[in-house]
């Protein structure tokens, strides 16, 4: 068998004859990139038959750093403290044993991250929302400093929702008007509030504000996870034309957060 460069870069590459090892004709240094060669190979037939082959050649720089791992990733509390480094640590290696600056390349736009370009510590440095981005995808480059050659890792950093976000009514208060010829169990009204965190930090319980001094907790009644306001005993317009209460939306966050709203009813006369 013998064995030919049918294409691609001969001024770089030749292919023993022979034994089909691939040389090199020249420093392959300052080409850091990838090759592809077509290599043949013929019988010794009086019509030889051939077969091809292709080669990938990859040059790799001897100085790039090669990070420690493949990627990085931690979890954090949207509230996290500012400028405390986090946890994770993007560290590379040169193997020629130089110096190594650090720096984020890509994913930090709005420079809510800040990494130390001699230590790859990366810190939170601007206030961040689970609201508004619940992940970050950064890419940190590790750079040879004599040589300038870099490698590249991917970090990714994942918020977790907080208990910041209170409850809010969809109405800043509420008014209507009931028949006193109502009869008890009937609907008055229902309350609606809303709450932008996630899981049992959105989850809304509804109460009424025990006030002794109007006693709605005797007339109205709450359905602690719908909003929805009964009539516990009917109204009577002669004794008390109108009724005021306060109205309590809380979430399940820990620490929870709550908002009220006040609803004003009218009783008409029959
Ligand atoms: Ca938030
Ligand atoms: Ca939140
Ligand atoms: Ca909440």
Redesign the pocket.
């Known amino acids: 068998v013998r064995y030919e460069l049918i294409k691609g870069h001969g001024e770089l590459f030749k292919v023993q004859r022979e034994t089909g090892d691939i040389e090199i004709k020249q420093s392959l240094e300052g080409h850091n990139r990838e090759y592809e060669l077509l290599v043949a190979a013929y019988d010794k037939g009086i019509t030889p038959c051939r077969t091809e082959v292709t080669v990938h050649v990859k040059v790799i720089d001897r100085s790039m750093p090669v990070f420690r791992k493949q990627f990085y990733s931690e979890i954090v509390a949207?509230?996290v403290q500012l400028h405390s480094p986090l946890a994770l640590s993007v560290q590379a290696e040169s193997p020629l044993g130089r110096k190594l600056i650090y720096s984020i390349v890509k994913g930090n736009e709005l420079e809510e991250f800040a990494l130390d370009f001699n230590t790859g510590v990366i810190s939170v440095v601007d206030e961040l929302?689970?609201?508004q981005q619940q992940q970050y995808e950064l890419i940190v480059r590790a750079t040879d400093s004599v040589s300038g050659v870099h490698a590249e890792v991917p970090v990714s950093i994942v918020l977790q929702?907080?208990?910041?976000?209170p409850p809010e009514f969809t109405e800043e208060s509420y008014n209507v008007s009931i028949s006193e010829a109502a009869p008890f169990g009937t609907l008055v009204l229902t309350v609606v509030a809303r709450d932008?965190?996630?899981g049992i930090?959105?989850k809304i319980s509804y109460s009424i504000q025990v006030d002794k001094s109007n006693n709605a907790t005797d007339y109205f009644y709450i359905v602690e996870d719908e909003g929805t306001v009964y009539l516990k005993q009917s109204l009577d317009h002669e004794t008390s034309p109108s009724h005021h209460f306060v109205v309590v939306a809380t979430d399940q966050?820990a620490p929870s957060l709550s908002t009220t709203t006040h609803v004003w009813l009218t009783v008409l006369d029959m």
């Open positions: 949207e509230n929302d689970y609201e929702d907080v208990n910041d976000c932008n965190d996630t930090n959105q966050g």
